[in-house]
């Protein structure tokens, strides 16, 4: 019913709007201002963690994507080696595991049947299992020996968003647990991060408010056959999520590359008028890749693509490739995930509404996948 969807349409609107909410939900109790963090309930203690050597994620779809921005976060902060894997490829390579490797499965569900697959045969190896998680008592985190659950609610459209946000917040709390509980070597960045968190509801919310003109331009371009994606470093999965979204509502040819991978064959792809979507880095401590993409953009569109760039608020120096310019709040680098997936979701949202898709219930997809 209506009074169901909050006033919204669909589920998944309303689900987007909340993502503020979901987000100060998942950090309530848990991140300090003075940089404590509070994670007791994971049910794995300082001595379980302190002598992982290697970190492995596993999981499916968007939560996939999260894994693949936590490797950023956790190796930088930790120093510990991290590999992201599908759970549906995971166990049939004969991964190496010991009792030393710390596993970390993200569901939303806590019920997609190859991530489950994935944990058992993790735990038959004797390795540590950390569950993230959205459906509190699901399978996954019963069967795992700790779980940090995402308290986003719960999410009715298929297409997760909300969700999305929220394990990206789980995979920060326990990237920056472990470099406490291990001894770190950026011990102020660490402390600067964890009262950072905590101010990424309202900068959600800030991105919220300034959405329009994405909605703006995801009509103008319903009729597209296919839109490409370039991010790096936490970008480049940002990117890889935005085209998955596009795929799951729109039904649309859409891929992400690495922008550094560009010359090496997709620029062959660049045609008059291309819709093609850039997440920039942010400044902060990565003026390098910063540059770097300021000319790939200037590449592609000397090519004639129609840029859509996603740069932070201030950052002059891409104005002048934009054909659409998207602007998201400073916060520090390795965050800037959470504010940079909110346009692309909107963005995607508002293309398949403009195609009379239901973004509530795309077709041949289930919110959750019980069969391997
Ligand atoms: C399905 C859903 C996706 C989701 C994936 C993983 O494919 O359609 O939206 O990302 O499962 O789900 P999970 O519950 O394990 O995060």
Redesign the pocket.
């Known amino acids: 019913s209506a009074a169901e969807k909050g006033g919204y349409d669909y589920f998944m609107l309303k689900e987007i709007v909340e993502q503020p909410r979901a987000v100060a939900d998942t950090l309530l109790g848990r991140a300090g201002l003075d940089g404590t963090l509070t994670l007791d309930e994971m049910r794995l203690s300082p001595e379980d963690l302190r002598d992982v050597t290697k970190i492995v994620i596993i999981?499916?779809?968007?939560?996939y994507h999260a894994g693949l921005i936590a490797k950023y976060a956790i190796e930088h902060w930790c120093r510990i080696p991290c590999e992201v894997e599908v759970a549906s490829e995971f166990r049939y390579r004969d991964p190496i595991l010991d009792p030393t490797t710390l596993v970390i499965a993200?569901?939303?569900?806590?019920?997609?049947m190859d991530?489950l697959m994935a944990v058992r045969y993790a735990r038959e190896q004797r390795s540590r299992v950390l569950a993230i998680c959205n459906v509190n008592g699901s399978t996954i985190p019963r069967e795992a020996d700790g779980v940090l659950y995402t308290h986003a609610g719960p999410e009715v459209g298929?297409?997760?968003t909300k969700t999305f946000l929220t394990q990206l917040v789980a995979c920060y709390l326990i990237g920056l647990y472990l470099a406490q509980v291990r001894g770190y070597k950026y011990g102020d960045e660490i402390n600067a991060v964890i009262a950072q968190l905590a101010a990424m509801p309202d900068k959600v919310e800030r991105v919220l408010d300034t959405v329009e003109p994405v909605r703006e331009l995801a009509r103008s371009l319903a009729d597209a056959h296919c839109v490409l994606f370039l991010g790096r470093h936490v970008g480049y999965p940002v990117a890889l999520e935005g085209a998955l979204k596009l795929k799951e509502l729109a039904y649309m040819h859409a891929e992400a590359f690495a922008a550094g991978e560009l010359k090496h064959g997709p620029i062959a792809l660049i045609e008059q008028d291309l819709p093609v979507v850039v997440v920039v880095p942010s400044r902060e401590g990565r003026s390098v890749l910063h540059d770097k993409i300021v000319s790939n953009i200037q590449e592609i569109r000397a090519r004639g693509a129609r840029t859509i760039v996603i740069a932070e608020e201030g950052d002059d120096t891409v104005a002048p490739f934009a054909d659409t310019l998207i602007s998201i709040p400073r916060v520090p680098t390795l965050l800037q995930p959470v504010v940079a997936s909110v346009p692309l979701q909107v963005f995607a949202c508002e293309l398949a509404l403009a195609k009379g898709n239901d973004v509530d219930q795309p077709r041949n997809?289930?919110?959750?996948?019980t069969v391997e």
């Open positions: 999981a499916c779809g968007t939560s993200i569901s939303q569900s806590g019920e997609s991530t298929v297409a997760a997809l289930a919110k959750s996948v």
